[in-house]
């Protein structure tokens, strides 16, 4: 089996006049909320075993706090520049070239393509998943090539400040 753990980014800096959307960096929320719910992770037994994020520096800021909290080492941290700004074909792509030695891989990366992405795979009914929110799906293969419209199971949404705490 695959499991696919996605990973909104933390809650992010509003956008300024001189700074590219690309650049925006993570609040004191975001800094917090990524270690809480990489925690949350640990405490279930589900950390990855591969870590994907996009290069944006929100994404990848968040990444790099789930990688601390989980003990990996941030070179095992894959930037993947298509998952900025992705819309659900672009995601499936990246999901499918996933190396199959992989049988839980993270994937960090943005709205509205993340929830699209979710419902899409699962035939889930989730309207929007927060910032540093994170869905768990699992599927039935053990080829990520295999995943595709609704061939996974939603097992888990969590996102910080969750009313189930």
Do not use: C
């Not at 994907?52 to 941290?77: C, E």
């Not at 993340?114 to 053990?142: A, C, K």
């Not at 996102?159 to 189930?164: M, T």
């Amino acid at each position: 089996m695959k499991q696919l753990l996605l990973v909104r980014h933390g809650k992010a800096e509003p956008p300024k006049v001189d700074m590219k959307d690309y650049d925006r960096g993570l609040t004191r929320v975001g800094h917090q909320d990524a270690p809480e719910m990489a925690n949350r992770f640990i405490e279930k037994g589900l950390v990855p075993q591969s870590l994907v994020s996009s290069p944006a520096n929100r994404a990848l800021t968040t990444a790099k706090h789930f990688a601390k909290t989980w003990n990996i080492d941030q070179a095992y941290l894959r930037t993947e520049a298509s998952v900025y700004e992705a819309n659900i074909a672009a995601l499936l792509k990246v999901v499918n070239a996933f190396d199959n030695q992989y049988d839980r891989v993270a994937l960090f990366g943005h709205n509205p393509g993340f929830t699209d992405f979710v419902n899409y795979l699962s035939n889930g009914d989730i309207y929007n998943i927060p910032t540093t929110g994170l869905v768990w799906i699992e599927f039935p293969f053990e080829d990520w090539s295999m995943v595709s419209q609704a061939t996974g199971a939603l097992l888990l949404f969590d996102y910080p400040r969750d009313a189930n705490e």
